[in-house]
């Protein structure tokens, strides 16, 4: 049975970071493309930022280019977001997603697996 297990989310002021991660389990984690997802309340759930099977490459949306980093562990089998530089609007639920084979800029419904989201709340 596979598993994505997010943790690291929380609250904090505006201008501070966090560190979310995501386990896997039950699957071959290397042969996913790996992405974040994010939720917030009355919004469409829109991609944050992905990276391919071995890490080479990475996406990210426009709205968090340069303020987060996408890294995966192969070994750990888990993928992690930096959020440096936080602001109100990034307050939502994220999500991390698996993609079996993806190329790291599939759409949401390219996706096989999903967590089940941690929250983030920034404060102004």
């Known amino acids: 049975q596979v598993q994505l297990v997010e943790s690291g989310g929380g609250l904090v002021q505006a201008g501070g970071s966090l560190r979310l991660s995501c386990a896997a389990s039950?699957?071959?984690?290397?042969?996913?493309?790996m992405g974040w997802f994010r939720q917030a309340p009355g919004k469409e759930r829109e991609f944050v930022a992905s990276?391919?099977?071995?890490?080479?490459?990475?996406y990210y949306a426009d709205s968090v280019k340069g303020r987060f980093t996408i890294s995966r562990d192969n070994a750990k089998n888990t993928v992690y977001l930096q959020m440096n530089s936080l602001k109100p609007e990034d307050t939502a639920v994220y999500y991390c997603?698996?993609?079996?084979?993806?190329?790291?800029?599939?759409?949401?419904?390219?996706?096989?697996?999903w967590g089940q989201g941690t929250q983030v709340t920034v404060s102004s």
């Open positions: 990276i391919t099977r071995i890490g080479r490459n990475t």
């Open positions: 997603a698996a993609d079996l084979y993806g190329v790291g800029y599939s759409p949401s419904s390219e996706y096989d697996h």
């Open positions: 039950g699957l071959t984690f290397s042969s996913f493309a």
